[in-house]
């Protein structure tokens, strides 16, 4: 079992940054592949992106890739993703997600066994 609590999301503008942050329980944290997605009001959760258990590899989806940058500390059970140059369109809950497919970079959320509660970012114009 893991539980995944996200936090660091808030208002603010166009162009700022945000940094969220994942915490994890469970001994196995280091074993699985972890991801970010996120989901605007009256649409689907969609892919932003995935980094492998060891923190080697990562995959972006093409509207975030050059401006989020994902991360992960193993010996603190969490995750990280930093938001640079924010645009309204990010403007969405934010999940975290681990996988057992801890070698590959799953981007579908039915590849995901775990997540985590979301958190608020908005991004005003």
């Known amino acids: 079992q893991v539980q995944l609590v996200e936090s660091g999301g808030g208002l603010v503008q166009a162009g700022d940054s945000l940094r969220l942050s994942c915490a994890a329980s469970g001994r196995t944290f280091r074993s699985f592949a972890l991801g970010w997605f996120r989901q605007a009001p009256g649409k689907e959760r969609t892919f932003v992106a995935a980094?492998?258990?060891?923190?080697?590899?990562?995959y972006y989806a093409d509207a975030v890739k050059g401006r989020f940058t994902i991360s992960r500390d193993n010996a603190k059970n969490a995750m990280y993703l930093q938001m640079n140059s924010l645009k309204p369109e990010d403007t969405a809950v934010y999940y975290c997600a681990s996988s057992y497919e801890g070698m590959g970079l799953p981007i579908r959320p039915d590849e995901y066994d775990y997540w985590g509660q979301g958190t608020q970012v908005t991004v005003s114009s």
């Open positions: 980094v492998d258990w060891g923190g080697r590899s990562t």
